[in-house]
Every structure is written in C-alpha cells, then in structure tokens.
C-alpha cells in the first residue's frame, strides 16, 4: 500500500508466528465454542486490541508512519485466515480499523492521518459510521443532516439512525449535506465528527437479539473543526461510495474462515451427541452441510481475488458487492441449520449441545441482519446489475 | 358442516378482540379471561362446558393467538381439556373455565419410576399441571408435588419462556395411554402449523402495510417490481401451506395415530413457509425490522419453536418412506 511496506516476507514463517501467538493467548473462556464462554468487558475488549496490533493482527498493511506495520494486505490475509480459524471476539473498533482508516489514508491530509490512525490502532479512538438516516436508508444519497459553515469550522444538524457502536465511539465517520436537497449526491461532504460534545445525544437501540449495539445520534448545533473536515467539500459521496466499497469487499475479511470455524463447531458437536450423530446421517442434512462447506470455499475464493486485485493495484468497485452478497445469504442458510439440528437435541442436552445452542440460536437471530447492513440484498442486486453487468437501465427503475 | 363454519368464524371474531386484551395480563388472568370468553373449550367436550368442536374450529383461534403474541399455552390447554374430559373431569371442566393453567412438556420423558428430567413446557414456573411424557404414554403431575421441581429454561420464545422440570419419584394424578397420547402430540402439531401460518400471514401484512408508506427514490417502496415479486412469491408458500393444512386438519379425525400423508405434508410445508416468511418481513422493513422494539422477531421466535417441532426433514423422510411402501412392485 505504500513505498514503506516490504513484502518478500516468508509467508509460511508469518503464518506459523501468527497463528502460535493468538493460540498462546486467546483466553479460553472468550471463544464463542466454550462451555463457560463470557465475551471481555469493553475495557478488556480494547486493552486485548491493542495488545492484537502491538503484536501484528492490526494496521497490517498500514504504513509505519501512522502505526501500521507497514506490510501488504497478503499479510493481512493471512492474519484474518488466523483469526478466522479462531472463535475470537469481534473487534469493538472495526468501523474504525476497517472503514475508517481505509478512507484516511486515501483522502486525509498528511496530519490528519497521524492524528487519526494511531488512535485507532491503539484504541484510544473507536470511530462509528453516520451514515443512514430516518428518511434515508438504501437511498442515502436523500440523506438530510446539513453541515453549515460557521466560520472556518462546521455546524451540524440532523439525526443519524442505525448507528453501530455509537454508544461507545469517540468519532463519528459523518455524511452530511453541504449543499441542496436538489443536488441530491453532488450536495454531501464527509467529516471526522467529535460524539464527545453538547451539541451531540446518542441513543442506543434495542435489537432483536436482546443487544443495543446500535444507536440513533441526534445533532444540535454540534461543531466539527476545521481540521476534522475529511476530503474536500462537496466530494463526500464519492468518498463514501469507497467506503461502502470497502465495507462490501475487504471489511472483516476473516469472515470465511470463521464461517468454517463455525460450521467445524456445529457438526463436531453434533457428531459427539448420540441422536444428533444419527440425524448427521441423514442424506438431505449430509448434502445441506456439503453444501455450506461448497459456499464456504467460493466465500474464500471471492476474498483472495479481491486480496489479489489490490494488491496489484487494481480497485474493488462494484466487486464487493459479490462477495458481500454470497457471505450473507449462505451464512444466514448457515444459521438457520444449525438452529434446525441443535434444536433437535435430546433432552436435557449435554453442556456442549446447550452452549452450542446459545451460541447458534443467537447467531440465528444475528444474521438476519447481515442481508440489512452495508447495503441490503435488494440494493446489493442492484448494484450488481447496474456496475457489474452494466445493463442498461430505462426510465423506470 | 356449514354450522360448524359459522361457529368457527364467530370463535375466531372473539379470539381476535380477547387476544388483544391479554396483552400485558400475567398467566392466571390470561386464563381467565380466555375462559370467560369460551376459548379454552372449544374441542373439550359438553359434558366439561366445551363445544366439543372438530380440530378445524379451533385452529383459526390458534392462528390468531400467534399472530398476536399470546401469552399462554393454548395449544396445550385446548388439547388436554379434551384429552382429561373423561378421566378427570373436575380438571378437564377447570382448564376450559380458565380456572388453572396446564403446560406439556415438549422434550425429554421420564423414567418408569416417574423420574428424570423433562423440559420445553411452555410458561412452565406459572403453571399447576404438567403432562409429561413416560414410555409411549404420558402422566400427569401436579407441579407442587413432593419431587417435583420446576426452574425456567427459556429457548426462544419470550412470551412463554420454557421450564425445565426434574421429577423424582412423584405421584402422577393420572396415567394418559399411549394412543390417546399420540393422538394429542399429532393434533398440537397441526395447530402449532395453524399458528406459525397465522403469525406469518400476520407478519407479512405488516411488511406489505411499511413498504406502502415507506418512500425511498421518490417512490413508496412497495412499487419496486423485485419486491412485488419476491412478495409474490412468498404468497404462494403461505397458500400452498394453508391448503395442505386445512386438508390435514379436515381429515385429522380419521387418523388418530397422526401418521397420514396429509399430516406430514403440512408438517413439512408449513414448517418451512412461516419462518421464511417471516424472516422476510423483518428484511423488508430494513433496519428497523432489526429492532426489538419493532417486534416481529417475537412472532419469528415462536415460529422457529413451532418449525423444530413440526420438523420438516422428520415429516419428509417419513414421506419418502410411504411412497416406497405405496409405489412397491
Ligand atoms: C445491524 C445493523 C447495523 C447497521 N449499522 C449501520 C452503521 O453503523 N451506520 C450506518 O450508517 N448504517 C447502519 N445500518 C443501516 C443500514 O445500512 C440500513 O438499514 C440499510 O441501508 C437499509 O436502509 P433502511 O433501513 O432505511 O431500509 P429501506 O431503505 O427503507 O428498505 C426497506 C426495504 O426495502 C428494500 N428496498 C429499498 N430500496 C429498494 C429498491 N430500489 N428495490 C428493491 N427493494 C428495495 C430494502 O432492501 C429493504 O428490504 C445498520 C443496519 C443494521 C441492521
């Protein structure tokens, strides 16, 4: 990614040194497949991270510079193959790592990124992404939070909905209108907004699952510093577009291989219960699991020609929306079979069964999102249709 | 017949307007009320203050019930009032009267001693009785006897959080055989079907009635052709399930054991129909239908309770097997 890095690195050595430390050190009682799992506290949650980047799971294919570590997203891959492998907690600061700092490094000034990327990595600063609104959803480009001139700084009015980690985010990576209503995409412009301030009230949101890990965010009068402006004004879009790329192709890329962690979790404890071993017998399930391990390898596939066309140089465009697509409508498949097998348990079940129902049961609930954010199925297809096929569209769409 | 119909559509007027109006009551009242208003009785015979109605009358009720979220164990009251009508009476005349809460437990059996561990009863810890299953047959328990314990052990529903029940050695007020048994376990599950169909016709209106109000690009979002057709679609599932089992439920007399196709062609049909449809509504309605607040994963939860139960790759395999048996040389 920059003149910095050095690849020529012994893939196979890194590999080994990676996977070795996150075995020596991943607390059992934190893997999502333990009897006795109780996921970190955030305090635990952000200590644990930083100690992940000093130790080289984050900021891979940053530049030392900014606190990165200056490799390439090879490495990167290989990592998340690592991280994937394991049932680890998911990162409190993804929107940060993975969103956020993608876009910094593309469009933020030379002191801004040294203001903004080492905070991130060292988790000082855990960002979330305002982008949806009330009124504006799969339409974003309708989005109606105004940022007005004040001075040389910004002021901000307007509400943001369906906010991920809001709650707990110092930053707010913020779309907001500089221009008209009329302009539609041409009137937006991105801002790095403080959430520590008056103007600004987050709330979080209930969801189906049971957590709040969501938030409606609410400005009045919030004020966003000259310094914190992102890009140049009235370019916004074309910025967000590269992170909803982003979000799409290269964020949380371990994701297949904690798919198959997760698929290697289900049958082999299913395997270990008498009834649930006879049920593995049965054809149509034996073909249904094939078949998720056939989705699985695709997903992996999708992931390393994405880490290829990068890396050569190229961009994802559109391409994100295809693995996006395939991971989340397979991984929701996923979910709900492993809910239909572990619910077919003897009972009372053995430990492992119950903490493997908890786990997928809740799993379950959780995907239902995955086919909603970053973009849901329906504008995904569209996305698909309109940038990769390029079929022509009439007047009516 | 047509009596019959008429009966049913007015049962099912009444289910509608009482449901509403559990909303929020703790169990005892739910009951109550619901045996005020003659839910309770409308398979138990009249000799217990029943209608003693065919399983078809009372499935719309069922529908309703899940639609709205009831909470009560319905399915399980409707079924053991007919069930105890003759050897208990008092009990049986009591649970249509709304005047003492039953559950089943839905897993595990006991042991001949009348001990082990049995679980999945619905509103378990508020409930008197229990029946539970032993060997093919079942007995009923009183929950406050000497060895028993009961302790919540919730799945997924959030309406009627399962218990878990542990039994030691305890005194069964009666021994149910295995016929009447099986008969009872294969009627609850073509209701649990009626139910899962109803919380996801429900479920469905409500995506339909958002995406009309709901404008995105200029448009109210049920305009949008690949909705309509995914709609559409979703539309043939739930009609394709209601007919396979309303047919289930009309010939559900003539097959006590539960054991014919029609039974396992809606198991399997429905079993896979409501929880889709209803996994649908909550996409259409984007990042709300993610909310708790929102509340159609409540109807989703109990459908995916109901699904395990009616286990659609059980019902297919079974089928499968009676072709064989039917298409031998
Ligand atoms: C768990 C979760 C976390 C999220 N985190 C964030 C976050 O951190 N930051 C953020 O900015 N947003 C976040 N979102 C919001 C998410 O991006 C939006 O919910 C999503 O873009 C859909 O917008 P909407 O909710 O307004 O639904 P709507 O746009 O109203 O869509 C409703 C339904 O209509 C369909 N639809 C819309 N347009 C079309 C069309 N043209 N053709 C066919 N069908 C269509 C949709 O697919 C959907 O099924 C999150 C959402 C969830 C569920």
Redo the contacts with the bound molecule.
Sequence with gaps: MSAAATPAIDAVAYRARQRAWLAENLPPHWRADAVDYRPPSLDEAKAWEATLHREGFWGIAWPRDYGGHGLTLREHLISNQEIGRLPMPESQNS?GKELAGPIILAIATEEQKRRYLPAILEMREIW?????EPE?????AGLRTRATRDGAAWRINGQ??????AHRAQRCLLLARTGTMEERHKGLSLFALKLDQPGVTVRPLR?ITGDA??CEVFFDNALVEPEDALGEPAKGWAAAVRVLEVERGTNRMYRGWRFEEQLRHLVTTCRADPALARLLEDSSIRQRIAQVQVDIEVLKRLVEQTVEVLVGGGSIGGHGSLSKQHWSEAHQRFAALAVELLEQAPYPASPEVEAAQRRFRKAYLQSR?QT????????QL?IIADRILKLPRGEA? | MSEHSDIAAEIARTAQRVVAECDGLDTASVAARLGEAGLLGVLAPEAVGGLGLPLSAVAPVVEVAEAGLLAFPLVETLLAARLLAETQPDLAAALVAGEAVLTIAGAGSLSPGVSGVVGRAPLGTAARWLLAPLGEGAVLLALDAPGVTVAEDPGFDLERPAARVSVSGATPAATIPAAAWATLRADALLLRAAGALGAAGHCMDRAIEH?TG?R??GRP?VT?Q??RFSLARQKIALEGARHALEHALALAGQDPQGESVPRLVARATCAEAAPAVIESAI????????TWDLGLHRQLRRAKEAAAALDAVAARAALAGRLEEAWAL
């Design positions: 929107i979330c992404q305002g982008f949806s504006a959803g799969s339409d974003l943001k909905v369906w906010t991920s980690g969801q890990e969501y999102a909603i954010y970053a973009g849901t199925t329906e504008i569209g769409r | 995406l709901r995105q690009f979002l949008m690949g909705l996409q259409l309605h984007g990042g709300m239908g993610f």
